[in-house]
């Protein structure tokens, strides 16, 4: 019934994306759990994804990135322990921290890591910050795989062919080409090539052994339940539909 969940954190960033999700969203839903242990609504998450066999558990943020949460470890260790156990678990960070805290970076299953350009002035147009993350080493060092995700604007958009060649060139096997939540401008992304699958009704392509995905939110055939940061729990895929529709995880009987 749902793909996978989301565990969302809010709170001061390390980064400041202009289209941080999070801007759009209730401010109550954004309150920070940064220093909450365990999460609010965690013990009602446990129960929907055991109770659904969810696959996958994905820590990533509103307002926040996840390795940014004081108690990373802790809560990894929880949900493994109190998870069915097929769940699998990813985190999607901005990467700012992945070497600093790597042993707790390479205790998931799987990993995103959200570059929209290896260009510092392009980087800082797009994430508030001139500190590029040093994905080679990130890759380097490494135990899981990492995948690599860009949401492509104005700022990014004149070269993402070369940035996909320097993906490519660092050994990124899959890559994410985002295009923004109600964002209706076009651009080429591999207009030469043909996709070769689809994956959730988005097209995927084949660039010299490098899995590249155009991804579209609207046309996403995905479900996922989503635990913001105040304890309420949504089962929409789209975050916004999520915040309109959902009540309190206190108040709620499950999905």
């Keep these: 019934m749902f793909d996978f969940a989301n565990l969302l954190f809010a709170g001061p960033c390390n980064r400041g994306c202009p289209f ?41 943020g509103t307002t926040s990135d996840p390795q940014l949460y004081r108690y990373e470890g802790e809560l990894l260790d929880l949900l493994r322990s109190r998870l069915h156990p097929r769940a699998r678990f990813s985190i999607h960070t901005n990467g700012a921290r992945a070497l ?24 800082e147009a797009m994430m508030g910050s001139r500190a590029v993350p040093d994905v080679a080493e990130i890759l380097r060092r490494a135990t899981l795989p990492v995948k690599i995700s860009a949401v492509l604007t104005e700022h990014n958009a004149p070269g993402i ?33 043909k996709p070769v699958r689809l994956f959730r009704q988005n097209p995927v392509f084949d660039f010299h052994g490098m899995e590249v995905t155009r991804w579209d939110f609207e046309s996403a055939s995905s479900r996922s339940v989503n635990l913001f940061a105040d304890g309420t729990l ?22």
């Design 20 to 60: 941080c999700i999070g801007k759009a969203l209730p401010p109550e839903l954004n309150r920070s759990n940064l220093k909450a242990f365990p999460p609010p609504g965690l013990e009602h998450l446990i129960q929907v994804v055991n109770g659904h066999q969810i696959p996958e558990v994905v820590f990533t």
């Design 100 to 123: 600093e805290r790597l042993e707790i970076f390479n205790r998931y299953d799987r990993a995103c890591l959200s570059i929209p350009s290896f260009d510092p002035g392009v980087y």
């Design 161 to 193: 062919q070369g940035f996909i060649e320097q993906c490519h060139a660092l050994g990124v096997r899959r890559l994410v080409i985002r295009r923004l939540f109600g964002d209706t401008r076009r651009w080429d992304v591999l207009p030469a090539q």
């Design 234 to 255: 949504g089962t929409d895929y789209l975050l916004m539909k999520t915040a309109a529709l959902v009540r309190p995880a206190r108040e709620a009987r499950g999905p």
